[in-house]
């Protein structure tokens, strides 16, 4: 269980380039001009591909994605890729299901308990309620209340392992009812695996005391694909690994944290950026490259941006933790642009002195 919830967080990946879409709307509203890599086009939905129909490579290097109040994502490494799903329609972060994200190489952890708390508003249709997930060494010990007939406190657990064909399987090895084995009550309540999650959901196949996850059939668009070599408890954290991402993590270990897209083409809204030249690089000293999905407009409004000579972006962004709160009074348009007597707010002073 504790693994399929950690696998659709993966997902959340996705989610991060909302950071980059952001951009494209903040450099209509404070640039006279668009940068020359962003072109004006025509409705999004009948968009045709621009003549780099390559995948966008994507990197990243300890980031750490919120996602609401209670779930943290940490990406220790990522090298992939967004692939396009129809040759001739470009990847649109407006349109989830134009495109794969291939990872290629990648370290992802996941807060066991923010998996638990992630869990519970998942399954609330679920005949599974009031999860809590803890590490119990090498497993996942998970305890609930299962609602079968009747409602009784249930506790399992699972050890979490990778699949040669890229599935999750989480094999149950104990589930106690009332502190009691199952065995004990298995003739008088029927428990079995099956009944701690949907039997009829795509993705799942319930194998005797096996659950295999299948992402590519369970998880919404964007569907992420890669070699999966490795799923394990690395307490507080569940750690998936995604082909021989090991060297990868050392060899960049003294790198900055970062988030970059390169090359290939992506439609933002109704702009189009071609070659795709982007990196969000973290200014911060804290272990992590702390982004917050939910509040991102304030955290890139706190850091600065240039353009390079090759008409890339490059933005250092401080840390959420690190944002000061911006006055109730402070105004976001340029209409002072129109008098050149009147100054520009402080907060563009301050930028354009970086």
Request: aromatic share 6%.
């Amino acid at each position: 269980m504790g693994s399929r919830s950690f696998i659709l967080t993966s997902s959340i990946l996705a989610a991060i380039a909302l950071v980059v879409l952001f951009w494209h709307r903040h450099s209509q509203t404070t640039q006279p001009h668009a940068p020359t890599t962003a072109a004006v086009v025509g409705k999004p939905s009948k968009r045709k591909a621009g003549p780099d129909r390559s995948a966008t490579i994507i990197h990243a290097h300890n980031l750490l994605l919120r996602k609401g109040p209670d779930f943290r994502v940490y990406v220790r490494w990522l090298e992939g890729q967004l692939a396009r799903t129809k040759s001739d329609v470009n990847p649109s972060f407006d349109r989830p299901e134009s495109f794969n994200l291939d990872v290629h190489s990648g370290v992802i952890r996941a807060n066991i308990g923010d998996i638990g708390h992630y869990m519970n508003s998942a399954l609330a249709n679920a005949p599974l309620k009031n999860v809590t997930l803890f590490a119990d060494g090498a497993n996942l010990k998970l305890t609930g209340t299962l609602h079968k007939l009747i409602s009784v406190p249930i506790e399992v657990i699972a050890a979490v392992s990778a699949e040669p064909d890229d599935r999750v399987r989480v094999h149950v090895l104990k589930i106690n009812v009332l502190k009691v084995p199952i065995k004990g009550l298995l003739g008088a309540l029927h428990f079995s695996a099956s009944d701690l999650v949907k039997t009829n959901m795509a993705g799942v196949e319930i194998t005797g005391n096996d659950i295999v996850l299948d992402t590519q059939k369970l998880l919404p668009p964007p569907h992420i694909r890669g070699q999966l070599t490795e799923v394990r408890v690395d307490s507080p954290d569940i750690q998936a690994v995604y082909g021989n991402a090991v060297e990868d993590v050392e060899r960049v270990q003294l790198w900055r944290n970062f988030f970059s897209l390169k090359d290939g083409t992506i439609d933002f809204g109704n702009l189009t950026m071609h070659p795709v030249n982007i990196i969000m690089v973290d200014i911060s000293t804290n272990p992590w490259f702390d982004l917050d999905l939910v509040n991102y407009r304030d955290q890139l409004g706190s850091g600065y941006t240039r353009i390079t000579a090759d008409s890339g972006l490059q933005m250092f962004i401080p840390d959420r933790r690190d944002v000061q709160p911006k006055p109730g009074s402070q105004d976001d348009s340029i209409q002072w642009f129109k008098h050149r007597n009147i100054s520009p707010p402080p907060q563009i002073v301050s930028s354009a002195r970086h």
